[in-house]
């Protein structure tokens, strides 16, 4: 994926997270849509874009994003670092 690519999906996802979001890939989506904002992927594409992406939403952004496994869902948290943005 180019760097403008990826750079447009680091930015939708810090428009997104004011403080923490928690929940799968796929409600990560739908809360998205609520919001007004598509990304234009599936869920399985976005957790690939947030792995790939971590430490750049980190450093840049003040989002760090990790992930657990329950049962038989994994759960996605972006929590921001960074209360000034």
């Known amino acids: 994926m ?8 680091c930015l939708i996802i810090d428009e997104f997270v004011k ?6 890939s796929t409600g990560l989506c739908e809360a998205m849509a609520k919001a007004g904002i598509e990304l234009g992927l599936s869920s399985a594409a976005v957790t690939k874009m947030l792995n790939k992406n971590k430490d ?9 994003y990790s992930y657990d496994r329950k049962k038989s869902e994994r759960i996605i948290t972006l929590s921001r670092v960074d209360d000034d943005r």
């Open 19 to 24: 403080t923490i979001w928690r929940g799968t």
């Open 2 to 9: 180019a760097d403008e690519e990826q750079n447009g999906f």
């Open 56 to 64: 750049i939403l980190q450093s840049d952004y003040g989002i760090i």
